[in-house]
């Protein structure tokens, strides 16, 4: 349990109490997504958009119970939760997480090693403003084939899209396309394995897994399709591991230097797994988050069995779009920034760490520490900052 002073704590409960408020409003998730929230484009602000992107949603057995403690034990609710992130995530006109398990049903829920999540999760992500979620993860056949259609029927009945886990083979082939501003957006997923489950029987499409080539074609598919930015989440990485891997920077290298005619396959890449926060790097001229950390998770363990406290940290990527000067040019990313978190297993809460420290929380040596490592690999010279 990670160490807080009571003055850290008071700080904590009354930043995490005005957020909650914030949960008063629904959002309204037409397809495309526009839900109140998210800015309506201005004259000023229809040829550009911001996209913030999460890490890991992680429910262990903790997250489950907090859950059903914050539903007054009736039912699950998941929205206190992420109440301190609402702000940033409802203003950006796009906002993608990684939803990394599947969900039970009827009370059969579990955490580690086999998750099963209730279906109350998505409720949660949609309140806070998400409009799509990443699905590939090594967690994704930990119910079968049953998992991924729970999962993404109930992501479906709260408006949020999803990428990366298919009940069909149409659905594994259909690429998922969301509006920001005046753009389309294409959201992948891919995996680097299932923890060695198969696949289900003459299901080889339920869950994408990692392939150079594949992603490659899908980027590309998508831009004859249509897509004005392509974005790639990968599940990938070694666990515990500050730097990225040697497999992640040559693949990263390998995506984004892919082209066709003068334009990039690949706007984007978003990195999760690692279960900590890992560089942002601009290679070939392209930003890659090689990971983002865990969002949500309980008390996180590391590979010698120690507590790590680095298992609840994590960042939200915000980056912001400019449109091309002339049609079918590539839409650039202006402004990089990345913002702190924290997730505090005593309250429950996920935290913005500028913003709790702010009103007087004791977290300085957390936020530097997650700052140091964003930026570990030049990510500053290329004008990535922390942000609000």
Known sequence: MIARSRQVALALTALLAAGAACQARGHDKPDPPA??????????????????????????????????????????????????????????????CHMETVYGANGDYTGY??????????????????????????????????????????????????????RTEDEARTVTVLRAGAAKVAHLSYTYDTNGYPLPAGQP??????????????ARAARTAGADVVVVSVHWGTEWQDAPDDRQLALARSLTAARTGDRPDIDLILGTHAHIPQAYEKVNGTWVIYGMGDQIAGEMFNHEGAQDPRGNQSTIGRFTFAAPEKPGGRWEVKKAEFIPQLFDIDAGRVVNLNRAIAEGAELTGVRDRIRDVVLSRGAAQDGLTMGE
């Open 113 to 166: 090693p086999a998750f099963k999540s209730p279906p109350e999760v998505a409720q949660g992500l949609a309140a806070t403003g998400y409009d799509s979620c990443s699905t590939a993860s090594n967690h994704s056949l930990d119910d079968g084939a049953e998992g991924i259609r729970r999962t993404l029927d109930a992501l479906d009945r709260q408006g949020v899209r999803h990428a990366g886990t298919a």
């Open 35 to 96: 839900r109140s929230g998210h800015p309506a484009p201005s004259a000023d602000t229809a040829r550009g958009f911001t996209l913030v992107a999460s890490g890991d949603v992680l429910p262990h057995s903790s997250i489950i119970d907090r859950a059903r403690f914050d539903a007054g034990g009736d039912g699950y609710d998941f929205r206190p939760m992420l109440s301190g992130v609402e702000p940033v995530v409802s203003r950006a006109d796009l906002a993608l």
């Open 205 to 218: 499409w339920a869950v994408d897994i990692i392939d150079e080539n594949r992603i490659l074609s899908d």
